[in-house]
């Protein structure tokens, strides 16, 4: 029996999703499948993730983040909404006029539906010789109602028109996307509807395929339920050879990974996020946790993050907000342990971990060593440590084997000083307490 009693918060008044939007699939067939690809990464940090920021980035941090998504491997970058701002606009001519972009890098451009937007856009990704424009209309009732004022028909007649100037104004690098805001509230019927008659109006074709991003721009449910929404459009867009199927989640349910991974399987061959998760309210599907988790599967991430602390500082000093110690695979904490039990497991696998083909070592997902962090740092001693994690440091940092018959009576000497000081005990004041425990 669940002793758990009625909190007194007004639940009532919140509707579930199936009661929100239609799901049709019933037949789905994502839960039988595997990811053995990664998919093709598209980076928001200049856009979705910058707009979110107390401070938007400058041109100068705008181009040291550039710069970094290049050298880590990303292939598509979005890298403005150069409508929306003098610095925006400033920066897509900066990178247009310097010849920034490398042949094998597509950069894309957000506008929303007006034509005097689009003008605008189009200005400002002139001389660029490959360049995604990317149209986006919020499509789900409620939006379409309160934030439009207009009617379902009216709004699909409002992206044609649009979409038509777009068609007109693109030069020969140019493709377009399209992302039907707030996807995931959205009629599946209007959502197909809409999308199908830009791969017609757009001409989509194998060689020049358009983008179809199908946003969960405000989660509303568990991910198996963004899977079904996924495969369901992923088998019934037209002329789907020459369709991209892109995915852009984000996290207000702490789900994003999951609703990006589940997506991935449900049909989706394309993912916009953010490093580290940067984004409005909760953040965009954190790329660096998809990524790595792909990793620790043994899929190739097609992604570098062998230095996995310059990336995070790089990432920090441009959008000036700290990443969480225990962030997943970038975080300061996440390869250490505290914890006596784990410290031994892990100072275990790691005697033993030469031995194997395959990394197995305990409370360790990945070897830290593969994302640029040092050994040493996994096992950290404070009140919580136990005998083999300090043992462990003794050996690696000093040569010093402690003798099994004095590992518990050191471990009583170390947790006494580190309860005593409140702080952890660092290599160095552990030799020096066994110095004065058992040589003075």
């Given at each position: 029996m669940n002793p758990q009693r009625p909190s007194g918060m007004p639940y009532q008044k919140y509707l579930p999703a199936h009661e929100r939007v239609e799901i049709p699939l019933t037949d789905r067939t994502w839960?039988?499948?595997?990811?053995?690809?990664?998919?093709?990464?598209?980076?928001?940090?200049?856009?979705?993730?910058?707009?979110?920021?107390?401070?938007?980035?400058?041109v100068p941090r705008k181009r040291r983040m550039f710069d970094l998504l290049v050298g880590m491997g990303f292939k598509e970058i979005v890298i403005g909404f150069p409508a929306a701002s003098r610095t925006d606009f400033g920066f897509v001519r900066h990178l247009a006029a310097g010849g920034a972009v490398p042949e094998d890098v597509t950069v894309s451009v957000l506008t929303a539906a007006r034509a005097d937007l689009i003008e605008q856009t189009f200005a400002a990704v002139e001389g660029l010789p490959r360049v995604i424009v990317h149209l986006y209309t919020p499509t789900a009732p409620v939006w379409r109602e309160v934030v439009l004022g207009r009617e379902r028909a009216e709004v699909h007649a409002m992206i044609r028109q649009v979409a038509a100037r777009m068609a007109r104004l693109a030069g020969e690098g140019t493709r377009f996307e399209f992302s039907p805001e707030v996807f995931n509230l959205t009629e599946?019927?209007?959502a197909l509807e809409v999308c199908n008659g830009l791969t017609e109006l757009w001409d989509a074709s194998p060689d020049r395929p358009v983008i179809h991003n199908l946003p969960a721009t405000v989660e509303i449910s568990s991910p198996n339920v963004y899977a079904d929404q996924i495969e369901y459009m992923h088998r019934h867009l037209e002329r789907r050879d020459a369709v991209v199927l892109s995915v852009h989640p984000h996290n207000d349910r702490g789900t994003g990974v999951a609703c990006a991974e589940l997506a991935m399987l449900a049909g989706a061959q394309r993912v916009e996020g953010c490093l580290f998760g940067n984004g409005e309210r909760t953040g965009n599907v954190d790329l660096v946790t998809l990524a790595l988790n792909l990793y620790s599967q043994g899929v190739d991430p097609m992604l570098d993050f062998s230095d996995i602390d310059a990336v995070r500082r790089t990432v920090e000093e441009c959008i000036r907000l700290p990443v969480h110690p225990r962030h997943p695979y970038g975080g300061e904490l996440v390869y250490t342990a505290f914890s006596g039990t784990h410290q031994d497991a892990i100072g275990k696998g790691l005697a033993r971990a030469g031995e194997d083909s395959h990394w197995s070592v305990p409370y360790l997902p990945i070897d830290p060593s593969d994302v640029g962090r040092a050994y040493e740092a996994v096992i950290r001693v404070n009140s919580q440590s136990g005998k083999g994690g300090i043992a462990y440091l003794l050996?690696?940092?000093?040569?010093?084997?402690?003798?099994?018959?004095?590992?518990?009576?050191f471990a009583r000497v170390v947790q006494a000083a580190a309860d005593d000081s409140g702080l952890e005990l660092t290599p160095e004041d552990l030799r020096k307490l066994y110095h004065a425990t058992y040589q003075a």
């Amino acid at each position: 029996m669940n002793p758990q009693r009625p909190s007194g918060m007004p639940y009532q008044k919140y509707l579930p999703a199936h009661e929100r939007v239609e799901i049709p699939l019933t037949d789905r067939t994502w839960p039988a499948r595997r990811l053995t690809q990664a998919p093709l990464w598209v980076s928001e940090d200049l856009r979705d993730g910058n707009q979110a920021l107390a401070e938007p980035m400058d041109v100068p941090r705008k181009r040291r983040m550039f710069d970094l998504l290049v050298g880590m491997g990303f292939k598509e970058i979005v890298i403005g909404f150069p409508a929306a701002s003098r610095t925006d606009f400033g920066f897509v001519r900066h990178l247009a006029a310097g010849g920034a972009v490398p042949e094998d890098v597509t950069v894309s451009v957000l506008t929303a539906a007006r034509a005097d937007l689009i003008e605008q856009t189009f200005a400002a990704v002139e001389g660029l010789p490959r360049v995604i424009v990317h149209l986006y209309t919020p499509t789900a009732p409620v939006w379409r109602e309160v934030v439009l004022g207009r009617e379902r028909a009216e709004v699909h007649a409002m992206i044609r028109q649009v979409a038509a100037r777009m068609a007109r104004l693109a030069g020969e690098g140019t493709r377009f996307e399209f992302s039907p805001e707030v996807f995931n509230l959205t009629e599946p019927d209007f959502a197909l509807e809409v999308c199908n008659g830009l791969t017609e109006l757009w001409d989509a074709s194998p060689d020049r395929p358009v983008i179809h991003n199908l946003p969960a721009t405000v989660e509303i449910s568990s991910p198996n339920v963004y899977a079904d929404q996924i495969e369901y459009m992923h088998r019934h867009l037209e002329r789907r050879d020459a369709v991209v199927l892109s995915v852009h989640p984000h996290n207000d349910r702490g789900t994003g990974v999951a609703c990006a991974e589940l997506a991935m399987l449900a049909g989706a061959q394309r993912v916009e996020g953010c490093l580290f998760g940067n984004g409005e309210r909760t953040g965009n599907v954190d790329l660096v946790t998809l990524a790595l988790n792909l990793y620790s599967q043994g899929v190739d991430p097609m992604l570098d993050f062998s230095d996995i602390d310059a990336v995070r500082r790089t990432v920090e000093e441009c959008i000036r907000l700290p990443v969480h110690p225990r962030h997943p695979y970038g975080g300061e904490l996440v390869y250490t342990a505290f914890s006596g039990t784990h410290q031994d497991a892990i100072g275990k696998g790691l005697a033993r971990a030469g031995e194997d083909s395959h990394w197995s070592v305990p409370y360790l997902p990945i070897d830290p060593s593969d994302v640029g962090r040092a050994y040493e740092a996994v096992i950290r001693v404070n009140s919580q440590s136990g005998k083999g994690g300090i043992a462990y440091l003794l050996r690696e940092h000093y040569g010093l084997e402690l003798p099994e018959e004095r590992r518990a009576d050191f471990a009583r000497v170390v947790q006494a000083a580190a309860d005593d000081s409140g702080l952890e005990l660092t290599p160095e004041d552990l030799r020096k307490l066994y110095h004065a425990t058992y040589q003075a």
